[in-house]
């Protein structure tokens, strides 16, 4: 079995979860999970964990995104994107400059409210099943962090942006604001995901060029290492005795260590077997005075 992450380049067309059951075949095995759902008309960087890599989705869900899209003025529907039924129409009457206003005055926290086409739930139903069914209901609005928006080209109506954001930030629903913002309305005409944390659009792959890579024998110098995910935590490697301790997810104590640490400068630390196995991610407990596994990822060997 394959473990470790991938940089996918999802095609337009089809959702995230059909590029999954596309890799499953290729890398012909079932433990495989993306980070992060793209709809299906939006394109771009899609991480997908492999093997005990799997258990790394929530973390790479959590982080920042940069994505490149493109901004409809004048209309507005009810997916918040051109794939939708057209609710209102209006004359663009704005300039250049307030359009460009308008859209930097985003950048900060704002609280969004999701849209109903979306995967989130309400009640124990997705929003987009909802909405199928003619139902819309009331949501939360949620904060959400605008990191950045560079405006890349205006050619009213449409405007060429790219924005760095936190988790959970629908770019439909900034384009559908920036619209109301500027009384004209506005949707999403395209959208391209261009980063994940450190996974970028250049280094991305499509589904055919890992095939290819497979047949070729070269995908696996293509795949990031489980542990490669946490470079800014020290190493620390387990004395050969104290191994199946380890494994097995039990809390360890300094002197299990080659290292000995000090959990002043150690506070979390990436631990390894004897034979440099990855196991896992462990945190320092000052109270109980030893490191607790915060996330295991060992593999075992076949016969431990």
Same mark, same amino acid.
């Given at each position: ?23 499953? !075949? ?8 993306? @980070? ?15 093997? @005990? ?22 209309? @507005? @529907? ?107 309305? !506005? ?29 070729? !024998? ?87």
């Amino acid at each position: 079995m394959i473990s470790g992450v991938i940089n996918v380049y999802k095609e337009k067309g089809y959702t995230s979860h059909d590029a999954v059951a596309k890799l499953r !075949g290729i890398l012909r095995q079932k433990k495989i999970g993306h @980070t992060g759902t793209l709809d299906p008309a939006a394109e771009g960087v899609l991480p997908v964990c492999l093997g @005990t890599g799997t258990k790394l989705c929530d973390m790479l869900t959590d982080t920042d995104k940069t994505y490149r899209a493109v901004l409809l003025l004048g209309q @507005t @529907t009810d997916t918040q994107d051109t794939t939708g039924t057209v609710l209102t129409e209006a004359p663009v009457q704005v300039t250049e400059e307030e359009v460009c206003s308008c859209i930097r005055s985003f950048v900060g926290t704002y609280d969004q409210i999701p849209p109903m086409y979306s995967a989130r739930k309400v009640q124990g139903k997705k929003l987009y099943e909802l909405a199928r069914a003619g139902v819309e209901v009331e949501r939360e609005a949620r904060q959400v962090t605008i990191r950045d928006i560079c405006i890349e080209r205006v050619e009213l109506p449409e405007v060429t942006f790219s924005v760095d954001c936190s988790k959970g930030t629908y770019i439909r629903t900034l384009c559908h604001d920036i619209g109301v913002r500027l009384g004209c309305g !506005g949707c999403m005409k395209s959208l391209k995901r261009t980063r994940v944390g450190g996974f970028t659009l250049e280094e991305s792959l499509t589904l055919a060029q890992i095939e290819a890579l497979r047949d070729s !024998g070269a995908l696996a110098e293509h795949i990031l290492p489980v542990d490669q995910m946490f470079p800014e935590l020290p190493r620390a490697h387990v004395l050969q005795e104290f191994d199946r301790l380890i494994w097995n997810g039990n809390p360890m104590k300094r002197g299990w260590l080659k290292e000995n640490p000090d959990p002043a400068g150690w506070e979390r630390i990436r631990v390894y077997d004897w034979q440099g196995r990855f196991c896992g991610i462990f945190r320092w407990e000052e109270r109980k005075g030893h490191y607790a596994p915060e996330k295991m990822f060992l593999q075992k060997m076949q016969g431990e």
